[in-house]
T-cell receptor
Framework: SQQGEEDPQALSIQEGENATMNCSYK?????LQWYRQNSGRGLVHLIL?????REKHSGRLRVTLDTSKKSSSLLITASRAADTASYFC?????????FGGGTRVLVKP | NAGVMQNPRHLVRRRGQEARLRCSPM?????VYWYRQLPEEGLKFMVY????????ESGMPKERFSAEFPKEGPSILRIQQVVRGDSAAYFC??????????????FGAGTRLSVL
């Protein structure tokens, strides 16, 4: 089973709306990261939140982390068509990143 | 500073052939990671290498797959006697030594392997 599981699997919103996606994981972590993947491309690092942090902001991104529930959320505010992509959470386990299955976000203009 | 370069971007092989995927990390990066992504799924870790050393290959299939990161030149992921189930996107990522502790990795655009 995967370390990270995203929810929902797919999300369709109108431009300007907010998009929220969640990630749950199973084991203790040092950090949790969110990555974006545009169709047919590699992953782009968005934001990292440490296990002792509860919330972090970067531009229109807001990430929360609840280690007691082993969950994280990514909020994209005022979405744009260019935000259309798959979003993955990743936890670091030893030397490697373990990714969830991703949330596919479609932002309609 | 060029990003992580992977080539080829697309590779078509017939069953039984060999596939060689190349990855040049970002300049100054000495840590390389290989991941595999099946359609509609997340990335699965395969192997972590430093120059001339395999650090963690816990995600590599036991047979037919090998990886290297020589002192000079790119990292190579080699798949011998490919089968249809090997069809996937293979991503390489790199990180510099000072990012290792945070595990922030920089990804290439991937090689899409299709096995006929």
């Amino acid at each position: 089973s995967q370390q990270g599981e995203e929810d929902p699997q797919a999300l369709s919103i109108q431009e300007g709306e907010n998009a929220t996606m969640n990630c749950s994981y199973k084991t203790s972590i040092n950090n949790l990261q969110w990555y974006r993947q545009n169709s047919g491309r590699g992953l782009v690092h968005l934001i990292l939140i440490r296990s002792n942090e509860r919330e972090k902001h970067s531009g229109r991104l807001r990430v929360t982390l609840d280690t007691s529930k082993k969950s994280s959320s990514l909020l994209i505010t005022a979405s744009r068509a260019a935000d259309t992509a798959s979003y993955f959470c990743a936890t670091d386990v030893g030397n490697k990143l373990t990714f969830g299955g991703g949330t596919r976000v479609l932002v309609k203009p | 500073n060029a990003g992580v370069m992977q080539n080829p971007r697309h590779l078509v092989r017939r069953r039984g052939q060999e596939a060689r995927l190349r990855c040049s990390p970002m300049k100054g990066h000495s840590h390389v990671y290989w991941y595999r992504q099946l359609p509609e799924e997340g990335l699965k870790f395969m192997v972590y290498l430093q120059k001339e050393n395999i650090i963690d290959e816990s995600g590599m299939p036991k047979e037919r797959f090998s990886a290297e990161f020589p002192k000079e030149g790119p990292s190579i992921l080699r798949i011998q006697q490919v089968v249809r189930g090997d069809s996937a996107a293979y991503f390489c990522a790199s990180s510099p030594w000072d990012r290792v502790a945070k595990n922030i990795q920089y990804f290439g655009a991937g090689t899409r392997l299709s096995v006929l």
